[in-house]
């Protein structure tokens, strides 16, 4: 199924129901008063989020979604059937945006979450509730008020705790398919990653965190070079980013550490504080390398970027260094979570 992260769609609020005019008609009843009863309220249209699903591709060919009208009042007191709501289920992490004032109404990222997009009509009101003491037989009634109608932006934000950054090829998707059971496409060319891909990574039985890959970035994504910097959203509810950077290119006359340094300044000129966000070093493919070597490029590239954090050297392919990554993200998020839960 096609990858799709964005999607606008028109939703409508049922109108109120109207009020009735109608008078009582009894055999020996004279005079029998006002008996129009009330119309129904309108449904109203609700988005609920769903783990079911995880590409907002349906929205494509169904874009449209109107609740129920309100039924009108009737004679004999009856007050009109209320309309049924409309449910419309998207994935969660899904941001809802009011397409023509820009607004955000709500963002979903609990199964289950509900988001009221359009309120329907409020019902119309029966000639009794016009009777009094000196109105007798009133022939007044009001109409249904219509349903709130809008034209919505969906964007989808992938829920992970962790997210990997790099320039294509760099072995962000060996990585993900080694510590997962992600299988996204590995091939000897760029950008073979074209959407991005989740897996469960699972230190241990009752442990375990969600690892996303996104498309590699080239100099010139956040200006629409390569496959631009349209997926690098997907990162924005991560925790921790793994930068991975191949140690040894291949057939590829840019060092490691240009390389690096290119992505580091697209992801600050995307500007939504991803380069905020703390950052890991992962130097892979170190198996490509002699044992020497390998420690020789990884020092050079560490001092090369200048770079103050957290090290791992890894060999995707061969497991490497892979059993150390991941129980150190593992202690990262655990520690984390520890100090959102003081914090409330």
């Not at 309220?41 to 609920?48: H, I, Q, R, T």
């Not at 090829?169 to 299988?183: D, E, M, P, Y």
């Not at 950052?279 to 493919?285: A, D, G, I």
Request: charged fraction near 25%; aromatic fraction near 6%.
């Amino acid at each position: 199924m096609k990858f799709v992260d964005e999607a606008e769609i028109r939703v409508e609020a049922g109108d109120g129901g109207n009020g009735c005019v109608s008078f009582r008609r009894e055999k020996y009843v004279p005079f029998g008063g006002p008996d129009g009863g009330d119309g129904g309220d309108g449904g109203s249209v609700f988005l609920v989020a769903s783990t079911n699903l995880n590409t907002l591709v349906d929205f494509r060919f169904h874009s449209r979604f109107r609740a129920e009208r309100g039924q009108n009042g009737s004679g004999g007191n009856c007050t009109g059937h209320s309309g049924a709501d409309c449910i419309v289920h998207v994935p969660t992490g899904t941001e809802v945006f009011d397409a023509e004032t820009g607004e955000k109404l709500g963002d979903l990222v609990k199964e289950g979450e509900k988001l009221l997009v359009a309120q329907g009509g409020f019902h119309g009101l029966g000639n009794t509730r016009f009777k009094s003491s000196v109105n007798r037989a009133p022939r007044k009634a009001t109409s249904g008020t219509p349903g709130e109608r809008r034209t919505l932006r969906l964007e989808l934000k992938l829920i992970a705790d962790v997210g990997l950054l790099g320039m294509p090829n760099a072995g962000k998707s060996s990585l993900i398919r080694s510590v997962s059971a992600a299988r996204p496409k590995v091939a000897d060319y760029p950008f073979t990653t074209l959407y991005p891909n989740l897996g469960v990574v699972r230190v241990d039985d009752q442990r375990s965190f969600v690892m996303a890959d996104i498309p590699g970035l080239i100099e010139g994504a956040s200006h629409g070079a390569g496959l631009g910097v349209q997926f690098l959203k997907h990162l924005a509810r991560t925790k921790l980013l793994l930068h991975v950077v191949d140690v040894e290119p291949y057939e590829s006359l840019e060092d490691p550490i240009t390389a690096a340094q290119k992505v580091i300044a697209e992801l600050q000129q995307w500007d939504q504080g991803l380069d905020q966000k703390p950052r890991w070093l992962v130097l892979n493919k170190i198996d490509r390398l002699a044992d020497d070597a390998a420690q020789q490029r990884c020092r050079e590239i560490i001092e090369g970027l200048e770079w103050a954090g957290p090290v791992f050297r890894v060999s995707a392919v061969r497991g490497d260094g892979l059993k150390d990554l991941t129980y150190s993200v593992m202690a990262f998020l655990e520690q984390d979570q520890t100090k959102d839960a003081e914090q409330d």
